[in-house]
């Protein structure tokens, strides 16, 4: 064997940006985390080619598991068309040549800031979610030593004690996103920050996710079929926010996570978050056929 | 009706680089060495910040970012991170660096001398408004001494070793690829000491330099005396597959020590970057003379200060508050509503109660 036989041509940049060595670490990193679902799992977090908290930890992610044929998905805040989702989909194709689709449906991997799409995703599916602070514990431990000490010995009594705080002054859970949620009965993660609308399809869902904080250089993932319970006490049920009721104004549709739009005359205007379920919508609606996919919520009720 | 946003996403971000960019139009090769030639400080402080020595490839990521210097650093680092790590260099002693300026606060002359060297230390910062008005700087010519200063000097340390007022670091055997490297690892805590003196010469300058501040105006235990701090230029020693150590050239490199009185010993802090950069020296040593045992969530902890100097992920953090955050926003108005209905609904049937 000669050294020729051993080498490659000389390439300005390795496919998906990432050279090997950050992609084995990643691979590395993301088995384990997918082994202990929930635990934070720290990681190089290698610079890319966009800001920090700019969604630089699931564009590493995404980059790892990309292959040509990958269709890629991107959402920010619930929609494609987003200025950083557009960014993200045009690196992520620009440096790996992957196709990319609007469709939950038809995306392999789907790379998301702070939503889960409505359509229920598949055993085949990779949720990449974004997070800019992967610790729950933050709010109550602002040290990550010693939250990491706290999380080996599942020391969450903080947690509960906070949540309980809120019930005592304002009459409920004040959380917003980010709900703290149980993994798999032992790691309390941020689920990022979803709304509390999306955490309970986290929970024995059939795809991966793999939640990545780049800034924070930490990984961890909910395997498929994987138990994420919301902190709550048995008294105070879990309560998502109410837009079950709410019809957007666009689509027509009903029953999902919605945007408040203000309107001059000081009243609101509610749009559907998942921009592509409204689009299916309108297509549905205007007669071009039905694209749309069974979602996790049913008339505005996530079923038990 | 249809979602016409649907492709507007790309557009508008296309057309914002584009307005970005005609402000400086186009650039060459000429600007670059324009850039390279005319502001060596600046060229230094991002060096340094990127943790990469090009000083063609720092000057070509100011001229494109006009002078942005998160975004420079940022083109850098990620330039930087795709590049296979092919040799470690061998590690550098103090008194076989080339040096150019050398001075010791802590005593009046030093084995070696004080050395000057170049500095605006002592100049009167005038803004020289004749070049506006057309007329050319042109700076007096240096005037060579009679006796020259040596160029490799020992370090002050060494002195104060030799004489026991200073414990020495106990020497590091890790050689070659065993030295951690942050820009393979997480930094985790309580921190390697190379991870920590490797994210210090990586370190924003003026983060470093408000929270080095800090601890020097006494939000620190410790009051640094500079014991020593030089510029000088370092012989990248690396070693032939054949086993021929060769020099692969000279790199410019700022350090710095300060002590601090602990008890019958002097503590001592230490740092030292790529590039000539005096500032953020004498502050990341202050830092790293305040961090034993300084409080957790002080200013003076390794993990409070080396977090937040780090200044593409404060940068990038900072900015990324522009980003939509209406989904998380529209999450709490829904707790603080639910929360404020359940209140009004109370307090009406508190009213109802009759007066005891």
């Not at chain 2, 309580?190 to 994210?199: E, G, I, N």
Request: glycine share 8%; charged share 25%.
């Amino acid at each position: 064997m000669s050294l020729t036989a051993l080498t490659k041509p000389w390439e300005a940049m390795s496919y998906g940006f990432l050279d090997g060595s950050a992609k084995r670490e990643l691979r590395r990193k993301m088995l384990k985390s997918v082994a202990v679902p929930g635990c934070q799992m720290p990681y190089a977090s290698r610079e890319v080619p966009m800001a920090r908290g700019w969604g630089t930890g699931g564009l590493q992610v995404s980059l790892t598991l990309v292959n040509p044929q990958t269709r890629v998905k991107v959402i920010d805040q619930g929609a494609d068309d987003s200025v950083n989702a557009a960014s993200i989909r045009r690196f992520i194709a620009r440096v790996a040549g992957t196709p990319t689709t609007k469709d939950a449906l038809d995306a392999d991997l789907i790379q998301s800031r702070h939503r889960i799409p409505e359509e229920i995703l598949r055993e085949d599916q990779v949720l990449v979610l974004q997070v800019p602070n992967p610790e729950p514990l933050r709010p109550v431990q602002p040290n990550m030593s010693i939250a990491r000490q706290m999380h080996a010995d599942a020391d969450y009594g903080r947690m509960w004690l906070q949540l309980y705080e809120q019930i005592v002054r304002s009459g409920r859970v004040m959380q917003g996103a980010s709900y703290p949620s149980l993994v798999h009965g032992r790691h309390v993660m941020t689920p990022s920050p979803i709304p509390r609308w999306d955490v309970p399809k986290l929970h024995m869902a059939k795809h991966l996710t793999i939640l990545s904080a780049g800034r924070e250089k930490r990984i961890f993932a909910v395997p498929p079929f994987t138990r994420v319970e919301p902190l709550v006490f048995s008294d105070v049920p879990y309560k998502v926010e109410e837009h079950g009721a709410l019809t957007c104004t666009r689509s027509g549709t009903t029953g999902f996570f919605m945007n408040e739009i203000p309107r001059d005359d000081g009243s609101s205007a509610f749009e559907v978050s998942d921009s592509e379920w409204g689009v299916k919508t309108i297509r549905a609606r205007d007669g071009n056929g039905e694209s749309r996919g069974e979602t996790w919520y049913k008339d505005g009720e996530m079923p038990q | 009706m249809a979602y016409v946003a649907t492709r507007g996403g790309e557009r508008a971000i296309e057309q914002s680089e584009r307005l970005f960019r005609e402000e400086m139009g186009g650039f060459d090769r000429d600007r670059v060495e324009e850039v390279k030639k005319s502001l060596p400080y600046l060229i230094d402080r991002v060096m340094g910040e990127a943790s990469l020595y090009d000083e063609d490839l720092a000057a070509l990521a100011l001229a494109q970012t006009g002078g942005e210097l998160y975004e420079a650093v940022l083109l850098l680092r990620a330039w930087r991170t795709t590049q296979p790590r092919l040799q470690v260099a061998a590690p550098i002693e103090q008194d076989t660096l080339f040096t150019h300026r050398r001075i010791s606060a802590a005593f009046k002359d030093i084995p070696g001398g004080q050395v000057l060297g170049p500095t605006l230390d002592y100049a009167h910062r005038i803004l020289a408004t004749d070049v506006l008005q057309g007329a050319p700087y042109a700076p007096e010519p240096v005037e060579p001494a009679t006796n020259p200063s040596p160029a490799y000097q020992p370090s002050v340390s060494a002195w104060q070793a030799e004489n026991d007022l200073i414990d020495p670091p106990t020497n590091d055997p890790t050689k070659g690829n065993d030295i951690p490297d942050l820009t393979r690892e997480p930094l985790l805590f309580p921190s390697k000491r190379a991870h920590t003196l490797q994210s210090l010469a990586r370190a924003e300058t003026g983060g470093v330099l408000a929270l080095g501040y800090a601890a020097m105006r006494g939000y620190g235990q410790a009051h640094p005396t500079v014991n020593e701090l030089r510029l000088a230029e370092a012989e990248i020693a690396v070693t032939h597959p054949d086993g021929r150590q060769f020099s692969a050239g000279r790199v410019k490199v700022s350090q710095a020590e300060v002590v601090d009185k602990k008890g019958e010993k002097l503590g001592i802090g230490y740092a030292a970057t790529f590039g000539w950069n005096e500032v953020k020296c004498i502050a990341a040593a202050t830092l790293d003379l305040n961090s034993p045992g300084a409080e957790k969530g002080s200013a003076t902890e390794e993990e409070f200060f080396l977090y937040h100097t780090e200044g593409v992920e404060s940068s990038g953090f900072c900015i990324h508050f522009k980003l939509p955050h209406y989904v998380t926003f529209q999450s709490s108005l829904d707790a603080m509503r639910d929360a404020k209905a359940k209140k009004a609904g109370q307090s009406k049937s508190s009213d109802m109660e009759p007066a005891e």
